[in-house]
């Protein structure tokens, strides 16, 4: 982009490893900010050995989320090095991440209170796994135990399968997400208060918030989510369909969607049928309004049932795997697979800004390739 992206001069450092604080790291170091992550000595993050495919001597998912980064690596036992880095915090740092254990920052004199009290313009941002409160505060956690803690697992795959997970570390990009979210929020208001302040997200509120809507449902009707395969809980038909030569996800997600398949499947009768005529209906009678479209659906052609479902409205799609989806022209079109340079290609920011979408931000570091911009603050 030729204007300065919107973190420009700013000064983040990240201290953690794996992928929630490395992810909300990139998001701001692709948005402008200068990211330097603090790695433990010896091997450093624990991503830069979770692969195969390896890219160089890291895995490629540790370029993916550490890319425009720089790296410098400290042993937090040692009192010199963590002086060294409060002293760099102090002087430069407008936002820290840290997703560690709970406490171990406190202990060296880098936790969020202590650093907010001596540069209250600070803003100290929090990645944890269950939150900053509550019996589970200190214990550890991952994507897929979250998953399953939360109830998310038990709502995946189709009725009768065994709980399943989401096959990517949702949870983990999603608290990235929220991290960024709430440090901007925190930069805003620093531009009018001069007071920057704590951000606390973590794996397990961000699960919980992914279930917004089938929470608020259950805790309305004491009805727990079904295991609908690829359909929804609240909207039917909407879900994939198997069909004579492949699979077919239809939308229908309102009354004159349902009207229009019913008429591109000749099924008008249907749309008309009082135990069908609305959304609530549909629901109500799901398994057997979806045997119904199911027994003349798998008797059309993907091509043919597409072409006519596009002309008739109703919002429809291929159930692609990876490579395709890559592969698709909208994909090509939208520019958001980029190469890192001298690595490999990965997913960009999926947002634009005035119409251009900000570029990767460069290369992942080498472990401690940055060591030097700790070495002026040593004692």
């Excluded at 915090?89 to 920052?105: M, S, Y």
């Excluded at 992942?364 to 070495?375: N, Y």
């Amino acid at each position: 982009m030729a204007e300065r992206m919107p973190l420009h001069g700013m000064f983040v450092v990240e201290i953690g490893h794996s992928l929630a604080g490395p992810f909300c790291g990139m998001i701001l170091a692709d948005l402008g900010a200068t990211v330097l992550k603090v790695e433990s000595t010896g091997k450093g993050d624990h991503a830069r050995d979770w692969g195969p495919p390896f890219h160089g001597e890291a895995a490629v998912l540790f370029h993916a989320v550490n890319r425009g980064k720089r790296s410098a690596t400290l042993d937090l036992r040692d009192p010199a090095q963590a002086a060294a880095l409060r002293a760099l915090i102090l002087e430069r740092a407008d936002v820290v991440l840290q997703n560690l254990k709970v406490g171990t920052l406190d202990a060296v004199g880098l936790g969020a209170a202590e650093l907010t009290a001596a540069k209250p313009s600070l803003v100290f941002c929090n990645l944890g796994a269950f939150g900053r409160s509550g019996p589970r505060r200190e214990a550890p956690g991952y994507d897929p135990l979250i998953q399953a803690f939360s109830g998310f697992m038990a709502m995946l795959g189709n009725p009768g399968d065994a709980p399943s997970r989401v096959p990517v570390a949702i949870n983990d990009i999603g608290t990235g997400i929220w991290g960024a979210l709430g440090v901007l929020a925190a930069l805003v208001r620093r531009k009018d208060t001069g007071r920057g302040g704590v951000v606390d997200v973590s794996l397990f509120e961000t699960a919980l918030a992914w279930m917004t809507i089938p929470a608020s449902d259950y805790m309305a009707s004491g009805e727990l989510p079904q295991r609908l395969g690829s359909g929804v809980g609240n909207i039917v038909p909407y879900q994939a369909w198997d069909l004579a030569d492949g699979r077919l996800l239809i939308a229908a997600g309102n009354d004159l969607l349902f009207g229009k398949l019913c008429r591109v499947l000749h099924l008008d009768a249907l749309a008309a049928d009082p135990r069908f005529a609305t959304n609530g209906g549909r629901v109500a009678n799901r398994w057997e309004l979806i045997a119904l479209l199911a027994d003349v659906i798998r008797t059309r052609q993907v091509a043919e049932l597409t072409t006519a479902l596009q002309q008739a409205g109703v919002p429809c799609g291929p159930v692609n795997t990876v490579d395709v989806a890559l592969a698709d022209p909208q994909t090509e079109a939208l520019g958001i697979v980029q190469t890192l340079p001298d690595g490999p290609r990965t997913i960009a920011l999926p947002l634009s800004l005035d119409g251009q979408r900000p570029p990767v931000s460069g290369p992942a570091p080498r472990l401690g390739e940055h060591q030097d911009m700790l070495k002026d603050f040593a004692r």
